[in-house]
């Protein structure tokens, strides 16, 4: 019992809130699995063997589902305040629930993709809820690494799902369908332990009553770019990596084994920067961050012997160590408490808006530049945001206050 009461004081999260944060959090990782399952590994494989339609129609699927995802985020971020963490997120699971159930007669292009858009509006809110409940359960002074923590246990569940649905996708049958529907049905249930409202602690629920929408919006826009960016340099590389691999020197194992570094080094330091952003120190944590990615990038565009490779991994591991705890401190530092889940689902907009650009422009910056150009763009770019982030701390000191 004393070890167990020790290791509960040591989570950056309030006690009390543990349950119902966990049920949160299944209910949003079921919805991972399936989102990035159904339209990553099974629906390309399945669209024209299972569904007799185009095969293009599963493309197109994708985007329609993506696309309603991101516009939504926002209102989400509305419904969260007005009706409260339960009733968005059960809502959100339920409509996911009937998405699926439309794909097993979905045998018409329109109704297709209208179970795609359903899916999308059902998953926008699973996000702005479970990173705001994380946001209002954390302990005072350890945002930053309560919501690292919550959205570093969610990502590997994106991966899962790709890879069950993706085996799942041979079957010529509703199995894989029956499976999605089985596990959004459990995170609909989960949802029904979720708070039927916000978990705000007494201080915040003091300092919280109706902000003017100027506030909010100044508290806001300081934080649009390091959203945008935060994104789009991820994803500006992610799909190139293996194209870019032979003439970096790597094969297919020796690209594993930096990725291995890179993530082993970030997920490693969190701790200690998470502990950084939290003392006050969020805006000088996203300088920080990408200032380092800036240099890893720079590295990388410089087509290094093999060996240096492996240091530049460190480099720009620690630039996200540093940069993803740092921003969420700072998010919520910044947004007014009571209007943080309208403000982030803005947010959340933003950064899938930047997700979404990051492979066109490295696409195009390869195909202008050979390998260094995504790099270069990168560095650019990283470089740039934190000298914004320097320049202009005067907005964030006013929003802030």
Do not use: C
């Not at 993506?66 to 409260?84: K, W």
């Not at 439309?102 to 999308?120: E, N």
């Not at 330091?269 to 990038?297: E, H, I, K, N, Q």
């Amino acid at each position: 019992m004393t070890v167990r009461r020790s290791f509960v004081d040591r989570l950056p999260l309030r006690p009390e809130t543990l349950g119902p944060l966990l049920a949160a959090m299944v209910t949003l990782a079921t919805a991972e699995v399936v989102r990035s399952g159904i339209y990553g590994g099974y629906l390309t494989q399945a669209v024209d063997t299972h569904f007799g339609l185009p095969l293009a129609l599963g493309g197109v699927a994708y985007t329609v589902h993506f696309a309603t995802d991101t516009v939504m985020r926002g209102p989400a971020g509305v419904m969260i305040n007005r009706f409260g963490l339960r009733a968005a997120m059960l809502g959100g699971a339920l409509l996911s629930v009937l998405a699926i159930a439309l794909f097993m007669v979905a045998h018409t292009s329109w109704l297709f993709l209208l179970a795609a858009a359903l899916h999308g509006l059902g998953f926008a809110v699973m996000w702005p809820g479970t990173m705001n409940f994380a946001a209002d359960a954390a302990r005072d002074g350890y945002h930053g690494r309560a919501l690292t923590l919550v959205g570093t246990a969610i990502t590997p569940f994106s991966g899962l799902g790709f890879l069950l649905f993706g085996a799942l996708a041979k079957r010529d049958d509703n199995v894989p369908l029956l499976v999605a529907l089985a596990l959004l049905t459990l995170g609909a249930l989960l949802a029904l332990l979720v708070p039927a409202r916000r978990v705000l602690q007494p201080r915040e629920e003091d300092a919280g009553g109706p902000q003017p929408v100027r506030s909010v919006t100044r508290a806001l826009v300081p934080l649009l770019p390091a959203a945008f960016m935060q994104t789009m340099t991820m994803s500006l590389l992610g799909p190139l990596l293996f194209r870019m691999a032979p003439d970096l020197g790597l094969n297919y194992w020796g690209l594993v084994g930096l990725l291995v570094v890179g993530g082993g080094v970030a997920f490693g330091s969190m701790p200690l920067t998470g502990r950084f952003a939290d003392r006050g120190r969020a805006r000088l944590g996203v300088m920080v961050g990408y200032g380092l990615l800036s240099l890893g990038f720079l590295g990388f565009a410089m087509t290094p012997q093999q060996w240096v490779l492996y240091l530049l991994a460190v480099v720009a591991g620690l630039g996200y160590a540093f940069l993803t705890p740092a921003w969420a401190a700072l998010v919520t530092h910044v947004l007014p408490a009571e209007q943080r889940p309208a403000a982030w689902g803005v947010l959340m907009t933003v950064e899938n808006g930047g997700m979404a650009l990051g492979p066109l422009i490295g696409t195009f910056a390869l195909g202008q530049a050979g390998v260094p150009g995504p790099f270069i763009v990168g560095a650019v770019l990283a470089a740039v945001t934190a000298g914004g982030y320097a320049a202009f701390g005067r907005a964030f000191r006013g929003a802030a206050a």
